[in-house]
């Protein structure tokens, strides 16, 4: 990995910068599309590079139950597998064991589970979870760790996060066992839930492994936790990670989110949100999102967005059609998938551009006010951007203030 940093904003914490892996050269911040089990539901690989994204996730834990090491070895990683020829990244499988897995016990030696196809049992160790990324062949492998709710409370956070500093030792040692180093960039995860003290320790251990890791991701969070606790954790890893190493927030996915985490410092971030949202009917836009299955919809023959550059609003297909056919034909959830996929890449591309250019508070100012509108501020955006030098309300006293976590726009109507 070749890591630049070529420009930082004059006001926040926001940065620009060049990530070159095996793969090709990715432009940071970014948001990572998931797929998964190999596949982005319902686009193409070729429809996700036209879109001129760079680097998407899979799933260690996914990928090892099918299609299995085997079949990944002989067809020569998952580049190959799925027909994409840029940067991919992979999830160590942790948050899978803990979300999809009733029954998984975790021990020292790692995380046993029984597969959810076949019921056989099977142990996940952090050497394990490593040989299997080895096989995908990801230009970013992730540690395995021990993952708890960003809502769990008592000595077992603790415990999660110590555990998660041993095995990063032994994914450490596995990876620089195998020769791989040059070609496989593994990152640490930063757990501790939502206690400050311990977010600390594990960010003091993690970083004495400085050079055994090539980056940092921040985990444990977008469970369910307050937003205003979540930007404080954001903050307070991001101001303590190195600077000359590309940093990644796990599992954000709403427009607000990424871009307050981009002003504190973050340079990466996954989410299902804009894929899975599409095939609700849901088109995300700089105005907020549109639940196309809305009635209001129905004779409305304008694109989602006359300014986007998908093919989905370049060729024309009306808010009408999208209506009529969303959540009853797949070709619907195909055409907004597109779009959002386009919406978050552009999203974070003006993040880049403004802040090279020197423009990023006045980015913020104006998405936040288009986007939200009338339904007002939520007060954590805009605690977390005061907290770096960004008032949403200056020259807008007047503006309407959310309470609390904001608006929840996943299956809401707003423009």
């Given at each position: 990995?070749?890591?630049?940093?070529?420009?930082?904003?004059?006001?926040?914490?926001?940065?620009?910068?060049?990530?070159?892996?095996?793969?090709?050269?990715?432009?940071?911040?970014?948001?990572?599309?998931?797929?998964?089990?190999?596949?982005?539901?319902?686009?193409?690989?070729?429809q996700v590079e036209g879109l001129g994204i760079t680097l998407i996730l899979n799933n260690t834990y996914?990928?090892?139950?099918?299609?299995?090491?085997?079949?990944?070895?002989?067809?020569?990683?998952?580049?190959?597998?799925?027909?994409?020829?840029?940067?991919?990244?992979?999830?160590?499988?942790?948050?899978?064991?803990?979300?999809?897995?009733?029954?998984?016990?975790?021990?020292?030696?790692?995380?046993?589970?029984?597969?959810?196809?076949?019921?056989?049992?099977?142990?996940?160790?952090?050497?394990?979870?490593?040989?299997?990324?080895?096989?995908?062949?990801?230009?970013?492998?992730?540690?395995?760790?021990?993952?708890?709710?960003?809502?769990?409370?008592?000595?077992?956070?603790?415990?999660?996060?110590?555990?998660?500093?041993?095995?990063?030792?032994?994914?450490?040692?596995?990876?620089?066992?195998?020769?791989?180093?040059?070609?496989?960039?593994?990152?640490?995860?930063?757990?501790?839930?939502?206690?400050?003290?311990?977010?600390?320790?594990?960010?003091?251990?993690?970083?004495?492994?400085?050079?055994?890791?090539?980056?940092?991701?921040?985990?444990?969070?977008?469970?369910?936790?307050?937003?205003?606790?979540?930007?404080?954790?954001?903050?307070?890893?991001?101001?303590?990670?190195?600077?000359?190493?590309?940093?990644?927030?796990?599992?954000?996915?709403?427009?607000?989110?990424?871009?307050?985490?981009?002003?504190?410092?973050?340079?990466?971030?996954?989410?299902?949100?804009?894929?899975?949202?599409?095939?609700?009917?849901?088109?995300?836009?700089?105005?907020?999102?549109?639940?196309?299955?809305?009635?209001?919809?129905?004779?409305?023959?304008?694109?989602?967005?006359?300014?986007?550059?998908?093919?989905?609003?370049?060729?024309?297909?009306?808010?009408?059609?999208?209506?009529?056919?969303?959540?009853?034909?797949?070709?619907?959830?195909?055409?907004?998938?597109?779009?959002?996929?386009?919406?978050?890449?552009?999203?974070?591309?003006?993040?880049?551009?403004?802040?090279?250019?020197?423009?990023?508070?006045?980015?913020?100012?104006?998405?936040?006010?288009?986007?939200?509108?009338?339904?007002?501020?939520p007060e954590w955006c805009i605690n977390a951007l005061r907290s770096v030098g960004v008032d949403l309300?200056?020259?807008?006293?007047?503006?309407?203030?959310?309470?609390?976590?904001?608006?929840?726009?996943?299956?809401?109507?707003?423009?």
């Amino acid at each position: 990995m070749q890591f630049e940093v070529l420009a930082t904003c004059h006001t926040t914490r926001a940065r620009a910068s060049r990530m070159t892996l095996s793969h090709g050269v990715t432009s940071l911040p970014t948001f990572m599309p998931v797929a998964t089990q190999a596949a982005i539901k319902g686009v193409t690989p070729q429809q996700v590079e036209g879109l001129g994204i760079t680097l998407i996730l899979n799933n260690t834990y996914h990928l090892n139950l099918r299609p299995g090491i085997g079949v990944l070895r002989e067809a020569g990683g998952a580049h190959r597998l799925q027909g994409w020829n840029h940067n991919l990244l992979t999830d160590s499988g942790g948050f899978q064991l803990v979300s999809l897995n009733k029954f998984t016990t975790i021990t020292e030696q790692g995380a046993f589970f029984a597969s959810p196809f076949t019921g056989e049992p099977t142990m996940l160790t952090p050497e394990e979870s490593i040989s299997i990324q080895h096989a995908i062949g990801a230009d970013i492998i992730m540690q395995l760790d021990d993952v708890v709710s960003s809502l769990t409370v008592g000595p077992r956070v603790a415990e999660a996060m110590q555990r998660s500093i041993r095995w990063l030792d032994r994914c450490i040692e596995f990876h620089e066992k195998s020769g791989k180093r040059d070609t496989q960039n593994l990152f640490a995860i930063v757990q501790g839930g939502l206690d400050p003290v311990l977010r600390d320790e594990c960010l003091n251990e993690m970083i004495k492994r400085h050079d055994k890791v090539a980056g940092y991701a921040i985990g444990g969070l977008s469970g369910g936790e307050e937003k205003d606790i979540f930007w404080r954790i954001i903050r307070q890893c991001a101001e303590k990670l190195p600077a000359d190493k590309p940093r990644y927030s796990m599992g954000i996915g709403f427009a607000e989110d990424l871009l307050v985490c981009v002003a504190l410092g973050v340079d990466m971030a996954d989410c299902v949100f804009p894929t899975r949202t599409a095939r609700f009917g849901v088109a995300l836009t700089f105005n907020g999102p549109l639940n196309l299955k809305l009635g209001k919809h129905a004779k409305d023959f304008n694109p989602i967005d006359s300014t986007c550059p998908c093919p989905t609003c370049k060729d024309g297909v009306s808010r009408a059609t999208l209506h009529h056919t969303a959540t009853h034909e797949t070709a619907a959830a195909h055409a907004i998938t597109l779009h959002n996929l386009a919406f978050q890449a552009r999203v974070m591309g003006q993040a880049r551009d403004s802040i090279m250019d020197g423009t990023f508070p006045a980015y913020l100012r104006r998405f936040f006010a288009d986007y939200f509108g009338d339904a007002g501020y939520p007060e954590w955006c805009i605690n977390a951007l005061r907290s770096v030098g960004v008032d949403l309300l200056d020259g807008n006293p007047d503006a309407k203030v959310v309470k609390g976590d904001g608006a929840k726009w996943e299956y809401s109507d707003t423009a």
